[in-house]
């Protein structure tokens, strides 16, 4: 049963961090590349970074570039999203989701996590 559990949402104040960790199970991250979504109030879902399965490479909307890091660790099958610098219009529910290959598009994700949130503010 393929399932994934995003953590590591909260509070935090203008310029900030936090890391949110995506803990999968049923698959190896050999096999689906993970994607990083956020959906604020009233806004489509966005795609924010994303880890290729087969070589790592990863990818970045331009909003987070410098900002945020994208990581894995295949022995703990957990993918990691360090954000710093943190911004009052970074806050959105925060999803992973996997997929064969990356895309921004998020139909192209066959397995979601429930969301975690992320909320920048003093």
């Known amino acids: 049963q393929v399932q994934l559990v995003e953590s590591g949402g909260g509070l935090v104040q203008p310029g900030g961090s936090l890391r949110l960790s995506c803990a999968a199970s049923g698959f190896s991250l050999n096999y689906y590349s993970i994607g990083w979504f956020r959906q604020a109030p009233g806004k489509e879902r966005e795609g924010v970074s994303c880890?290729?399965?087969?070589?790592?490479?990863?990818y970045y909307t331009e909003s987070v570039k410098g900002r945020f890091t994208i990581s894995r660790d295949n022995v703990k099958i957990t993918v990691y999203l360090q954000m710093k610098s943190l911004r009052p219009e970074d806050t959105a529910v925060y999803y992973c989701a996997a997929s064969t290959w990356c895309s921004w598009n998020p139909k192209q994700y066959d397995y979601w996590g429930q969301g975690t949130q992320v909320t920048v503010s003093s």
């Open positions: 880890i290729s399965r087969s070589d790592g490479n990863t």
